[in-house]
């Protein structure tokens, strides 16, 4: 149940982590990184880029940590879970 929770709250964590990385570039906040995906679409990869950051800073942690062996299992599959989720949801997909 405990890793459960842990890995719906990082799901979250890391679905609001790319939502947020996706609209820094609308704010003028950051130069947009995007790709074509489409006639009069773009798809904006900032979000993914900082959420993948923010992947390799756990994995940090729990490495500095000394857990490892047991730190990337949850963490991994949630990130997993937030890229499709987020895909799903059309987040850092831009009409032009």
Excluded: H
């Excluded at 570039?25 to 798809?43: D, K, Q, T, W």
């Amino acid at each position: 149940m405990k890793r459960v929770l842990s890995v719906v709250l990082q799901l979250i964590l890391f679905l609001v982590v790319f939502l947020v990385g996706s609209l820094l570039p609308a704010a003028n906040v950051l130069p947009m990184l995007s790709v074509s995906a489409g006639a009069g679409r773009v798809f904006v990869y900032d979000g993914v880029l900082l959420m993948l950051a923010f992947y390799v800073l756990i994995l940090v942690i729990a490495a500095a940590r000394r857990k490892i062996s047991v730190g990337w299992q949850n963490p991994t599959l949630a990130v997993i879970l937030a890229l499709i989720l987020g895909l799903a949801m059309k987040f850092g997909f831009k009409s032009i």
